[in-house]
């Protein structure tokens, strides 16, 4: 068999295996369809623990602790919370971009 038509036959594998998968999730009582799922954009948090922003950041998480005790990352407090919004993140993100 060629690589090319082994490609073929394992491309036509996969196919199969993810109808079936989409077949099981159906009789398991998935709410909706593959179809549905949203962009990425509309699921994103509107803000996020000192942890989540670090990592989604790419900073370590004593850094974004420092940041947000020095005033230098804006945060919110809710209850025992501390939240940080997404714009102030990506603002924070964007000034240190503009500056060298």
Not at 17 to 25: D, G, R, S, T, Y
Not at 44 to 50: G, I, M
Request: proline share 2%.
């Amino acid at each position: 068999m060629s690589d090319e038509s082994e490609a073929v036959q394992h491309l036509r594998d996969m196919k199969r295996a993810l109808n079936e998968l989409i077949v099981l999730l159906k009789k398991m009582g998935a709410e909706r369809d593959l179809a549905d799922i949203r962009d990425d954009r509309q699921l994103e948090k509107l803000a996020y623990s000192v942890p989540e922003a670090a990592a989604m950041s790419g900073l370590s998480k004593d850094y974004v602790w420092k940041l947000v005790a020095s005033g230098g990352l804006s945060s919110i407090k809710a209850g025992k919370r501390r939240l940080i919004r997404a714009e102030d993140l990506r603002a924070f993100l964007d000034e240190k971009r503009r500056k060298p």
